[in-house]
């Protein structure tokens, strides 16, 4: 029972010390975890810029102008809300931002259901 109990004192000691010195990395990382979705697809695009203006060109067939402006928005939106939510710069705009985002996604796929019916 002592030596359990000297263990348990042991990993308590070994805790707070991980926690005092992770204290102030942890904000940054749950950030991170949370914006990863956005942070991905913004990558996503911007390295596959032509082919995403293409399926888009080709998925809705707006033309070249319509597509690339969608995937502008996309990319400034998903990658500058991301950046400003990492950097604690008006973290509620750049969440209304991302949400934006993500109703301009759902509302294109909405749109592409509907055209198809």
Partial sequence: MALQNELLVKAEDIADQVLRHGKHVLP??????????????????????????????????????????????????????????IGRFKVTIACGVLFFIVVLQVSKATLKTDIKL
């Avoid at 399926?55 to 500058?80: E, H, P, R």
């Fill in 28 to 85: 940054t990382i749950a950030r991170l975890c949370l914006i990863s979705t956005f942070l991905e697809d913004g990558i996503r695009m911007w390295v596959q810029w032509s082919e995403q203006r293409e399926y888009m060109d080709m998925s809705w067939g707006c033309g070249k102008v319509l597509a690339t402006i969608f995937v502008l928005v996309n990319l400034i939106g998903q990658l500058g809300g991301c950046v400003m939510v």
